[in-house]
């Protein structure tokens, strides 16, 4: 089992003060060669309002080296590994990258985040790892 981010448990914990019930630490995805791909965390919480559930995975990033873009290609891999194998193992659970609210600016000012979110099934949201809330979503 890979090893969990920097910001595992800041997420975690921003997840449930956000009204989430976390169900899968890590959400395991069982591919059909038996290999395994191990998303950081899977979530749910009841809608009183469509008297339903809301089911989420969520990758969790630092972005914490020394290039965001290689952290966004590693990130941007990943989450698309992650979608396709959920399209056919659980449809009903929306994929989720969490990066540190501190990117949120290079999210909005660099050409190719922006592309990213447009073009591609892209959702996400920020986090503050040190108040441990989240503080934007993006669908």
Sequence with gaps: MPAKDKHHEAV???????????????YILEMDDQEKLYVDL????????ERGEQKIAIEIKSFISTSFFTDFHQALGQYMSYQWLLEDKEPTR?????????????????????KAIQKLPLSLFFYNEVTEKIEKWID
Excluded: C, S
């Excluded at 975690?12 to 890590?26: E, S």
């Excluded at 929306?94 to 922006?114: G, N, S």
């Design 12 to 26: 975690k914990n921003a997840l449930i003060k956000d009204g989430w019930t976390i169900t899968h630490d890590p």
């Design 42 to 49: 899977a979530a749910e919480r009841i809608l009183a309002a």
């Design 94 to 114: 929306k994929l989720y990258l969490a990066v540190p609210i501190d990117t949120l600016i290079w999210f909005q000012e660099k050409m190719l985040p922006q």
